[in-house]
């Protein structure tokens, strides 16, 4: 993969969105978010080194390192809720885009 850092922008932000309409889209569904666990969710991307140009290329469009080496979008950017099945349902929107372009992008998550 070799994508300008504009190029992973515009692949973030179709990412965001897609996250966020989904997460929009959860809540509309299901309303009142109390019947629901609180929680974490977040989008990660495997097998990039962070001393990559692909690597210092996504820093620079926003996607930071984590300690376990994956770069990570959190679920907080799609849905700002506590609820964590809303959060996953975002998470797998913007992972779909992410797959699109041919990331490994995984979702993880956990109970707060």
Do not use: H, P
């Not at 190029?7 to 509309?28: N, P, R, S, W």
């Not at 984590?66 to 929107?93: L, M, P, V």
């Amino acid at each position: 993969m070799n994508y300008t850092v504009d190029e992973l922008k515009t692949i973030v932000a179709e990412a965001v969105a897609a996250g966020q309409a989904a997460g929009a889209a959860a809540y509309q569904a299901n309303g009142n978010t109390d019947w629901d666990a609180c929680g974490f969710a977040w989008v990660s991307l495997w097998g990039i080194k962070g001393n990559t140009r692909l690597g210092k290329a996504l820093r620079s469009a926003g996607i930071d390192q984590n300690y376990d080496r994956s770069f990570q979008i959190w679920g907080g950017r799609f849905y700002s809720g506590q609820s964590i099945t809303i959060k996953e349902q975002a998470c797998r929107a913007a992972r779909d885009v992410f797959k699109r372009y041919g990331f490994d992008a995984t979702v993880g998550s956990r109970l707060d």
